[in-house]
């Protein structure tokens, strides 16, 4: 382990404050975030995913260099691995990883602050403990064979062939059930244990953002009023149909079939469903709550497995105290 090489992390539920947090900790200690959400990566996925409202600039390297990068910038903080793929595309925890770690690099050459942000659980961990995700290639013929099966049936078939990946998969999410399959069946081993190891590859502290229960639901609950009222529906019959969302780089972006989009679940699952008038928009808002909130739950099943964790309220007094505490060690 490089002892010079810091790493602050802010992790928690959805919607308990962390990418503002993480922004104001970047602006007092130098810092730059690398976002960690498997939904933020993507293009035209900005409502419904809670996207910070960046744009992509270039950034100087450092004050005194003429050298400069193009990233997305959000209240004047680079962002890195957000905004940036086609979601007809899938992009994999392994691919994550491996980028996420060079960034990382690159933001310490800079002399800065690397700070990881992102309810993903899963690719924090594989970030910070350097775990061994297994680049295993699609295999389509698998795929297919899979998709045929319900996703009760998908989540029995993963219980039985690996019960511990069982025990924390999201067993409504058919993208990762296929995909923990296709490892499985295609090594003929169980998916390596994404839980914390005792050996992290940089020196961290691991911010979480807590609130009570009760005062988180209610978040959840206006936040997702908020997301209706401004475009999400019109969001996703947009990836739907396929528009025009960066003419540098996608001049058009793929239609994304309902399939897929409900692949993404959340917000995309429950919308999706709505415009096939599959459920009304009242019972849009009653799903899609419950299944926010039970994935809250279990984003903090997970996070509390870990003891390294420093929990606190979204509080920027604590949050500088404590990291500048861990700067200066």
Same mark, same amino acid.
């Given at each position: 382990m490089n002892h010079n090489s810091k790493l602050l992390a802010v992790v928690g539920p959805t919607a308990s404050g962390k990418s503002e947090l993480a922004v104001a900790l970047a602006k007092k200690f130098n810092g730059e975030i690398i976002s960690c959400d498997s939904r933020q990566v993507y293009k035209g996925m !900005?409502?419904?995913?809670?996207?910070?409202?960046?744009?992509?600039?270039?950034?100087?390297?450092?004050n005194k260099s003429n050298k400069s990068y193009l990233t997305y910038v959000y209240k004047s903080i680079p962002h890195h691995l957000i905004d940036?793929?086609?979601?007809?595309?899938?992009?994999?925890?392994?691919r994550f990883q491996k980028e996420a770690k060079k960034?990382?690099?690159?933001?310490?050459?800079?002399?800065?602050?690397?700070?990881?942000?992102?309810?993903?659980m899963h690719w924090i961990d594989a970030v910070i403990y350097d775990q061994k995700i297994p680049e295993i290639k699609p295999n389509l013929k698998l795929r297919a064979r899979l998709e045929k099966l319900s996703t009760t049936g998908l989540f029995a078939r993963i219980s039985r062939l690996d019960p511990q990946r069982a025990k924390t998969i999201d067993k409504f999410n058919r993208r990762r059930l296929i995909r923990a399959l296709e490892i499985v069946i295609s090594t003929g081993r169980p998916v390596p244990?994404?839980?914390?190891?005792?050996?992290?590859?940089?020196?961290?502290?691991?911010?979480?953002?807590?609130?009570p229960q009760k005062t988180l639901y209610e978040?959840? !609950?206006?936040r997702l009023k908020e997301r209706l009222k401004h475009g999400m529906i019109k969001e996703v019959q947009n990836l739907h149909d396929g528009f025009r969302v960066s003419p540098r780089k996608f001049?058009?972006?793929?239609?994304?079939?309902?399939?897929?989009?409900?692949?993404f679940g959340l917000e995309y699952k429950f919308v999706?469903?709505?415009?096939?008038?599959?459920?009304?928009? !009242?019972?849009?808002?009653?799903?899609?709550?419950?299944?926010?909130?039970?994935?809250?739950?279990?984003?903090?099943?997970?996070?509390?497995?870990?003891?390294?964790?420093?929990?606190?309220k979204p509080d920027i007094k604590k949050a500088e105290k404590l990291t500048q505490k861990f700067l200066n060690s």
């Amino acid at each position: 382990m490089n002892h010079n090489s810091k790493l602050l992390a802010v992790v928690g539920p959805t919607a308990s404050g962390k990418s503002e947090l993480a922004v104001a900790l970047a602006k007092k200690f130098n810092g730059e975030i690398i976002s960690c959400d498997s939904r933020q990566v993507y293009k035209g996925m !900005d409502i419904g995913t809670g996207k910070v409202a960046g744009s992509w600039q270039k950034v100087n390297q450092t004050n005194k260099s003429n050298k400069s990068y193009l990233t997305y910038v959000y209240k004047s903080i680079p962002h890195h691995l957000i905004d940036f793929q086609n979601p007809a595309r899938q992009y994999s925890a392994a691919r994550f990883q491996k980028e996420a770690k060079k960034i990382i690099a690159e933001i310490l050459k800079r002399g800065r602050l690397p700070i990881l942000c992102g309810g993903t659980m899963h690719w924090i961990d594989a970030v910070i403990y350097d775990q061994k995700i297994p680049e295993i290639k699609p295999n389509l013929k698998l795929r297919a064979r899979l998709e045929k099966l319900s996703t009760t049936g998908l989540f029995a078939r993963i219980s039985r062939l690996d019960p511990q990946r069982a025990k924390t998969i999201d067993k409504f999410n058919r993208r990762r059930l296929i995909r923990a399959l296709e490892i499985v069946i295609s090594t003929g081993r169980p998916v390596p244990p994404l839980n914390p190891e005792p050996s992290p590859l940089y020196v961290t502290l691991i911010l979480g953002t807590n609130l009570p229960q009760k005062t988180l639901y209610e978040k959840i !609950d206006r936040r997702l009023k908020e997301r209706l009222k401004h475009g999400m529906i019109k969001e996703v019959q947009n990836l739907h149909d396929g528009f025009r969302v960066s003419p540098r780089k996608f001049p058009r972006q793929s239609a994304l079939s309902w399939k897929k989009l409900i692949s993404f679940g959340l917000e995309y699952k429950f919308v999706s469903l709505f415009l096939q008038k599959k459920i009304s928009k !009242d019972e849009l808002f009653i799903q899609l709550s419950f299944a926010i909130k039970h994935y809250a739950k279990r984003q903090m099943t997970w996070w509390k497995r870990n003891k390294n964790i420093i929990w606190i309220k979204p509080d920027i007094k604590k949050a500088e105290k404590l990291t500048q505490k861990f700067l200066n060690s």
